[in-house]
């Protein structure tokens, strides 16, 4: 089956600073691939849609200049806490669909980024 | 707009015990509906799926039946394991790209 990776998995920083998670797809082109967030003992949170080659969508909330989102190529998108701060702590999951895949609706998701703020 | 109802937890039962965990929808067409789940410290997994009315997801000895006249996705299992506890999600997705997530639920199977 398809398969989704993150980079890195786990990554504390200092307040202030920003940090860069990566999202990759190992075995599928994903034209599109969503980010989220996940608060402790909560549902996952869509932050927002990431098309190749254009802008990234962003949920009513998210800050699109904290969060910033790029989708480079058919197999990467980052997305880059700026700034970061304590309440950014959370643990951050990026899927992605594979349209070739014939599951039109079903999405692959990463293992998750737990993102510390000190 | 879509959203997912989840029963909350948490669940606790012994092993062996009959589990159900329940899910129902809203939506405004006829979405596809998931169950996922997650380990502890780690990312979803699809457990199982149903893409339309009366279709049988069924994976790992769980069940979910898409029964559009209650709109429910209820996930069941006959008999736990140990192995099985964790976080289980509810998600419908609709036929672009959005996906929505019920509360999850954890469940805790106690040899």
């Known amino acids: 089956g398809a398969v989704v990776s993150q980079h890195p998995s786990w990554v504390i920083c200092k307040s202030g600073t920003s940090v860069k998670i990566e999202c990759r797809s190992l075995d599928f082109q994903a034209t599109t691939m969503f980010w989220y967030r996940q608060f402790p003992k909560q549902s996952l949170m869509l932050m927002a849609t990431?098309?190749?080659?254009?802008?990234?969508?962003?949920e009513q909330g998210v800050e699109k200049d904290k969060f910033l989102i790029n989708h480079a190529s058919l197999t990467l998108s980052t997305l880059t806490v700026t700034s970061a701060h304590p309440e950014d702590s959370s643990f951050y999951i990026c899927?992605?669909?594979?349209?070739?895949?014939?599951?039109?609706?079903?999405?692959?998701f990463g293992p998750g980024t737990r993102l510390t703020v000190l | 707009g879509d959203s997912v109802t989840q029963m909350e937890g948490p669940v606790t039962l012994s092993e062996e015990a009959f589990l159900t965990i329940n899910c129902t929808y809203t939506?405004?067409?006829?979405?596809?509906l998931f169950w996922y789940v997650q380990y502890p410290g780690e990312g979803l997994q699809l457990l199982l799926k149903a893409t339309k009315a009366d279709d049988k997801g069924s994976n790992k000895g769980f069940e979910a039946t898409y029964r559009k006249e209650t709109t429910s996705f209820h996930l069941e299992k006959g008999s736990v394991q140990v192995s099985d506890s964790a976080v289980y999600f509810c998600?419908?997705?609709?036929?672009?790209?959005?996906?929505?997530f019920g509360t999850g639920t954890s469940l805790t199977v106690i040899p």
């Open positions: 939506a405004t067409g006829y979405p596809s």
């Open positions: 899927s992605a669909r594979d349209p070739a895949g014939g599951s039109y609706n079903e999405q692959f």
């Open positions: 998600a419908l997705s609709d036929h672009g790209n959005q996906f929505y």
């Open positions: 990431s098309n190749e080659g254009s802008k990234a969508t962003y």
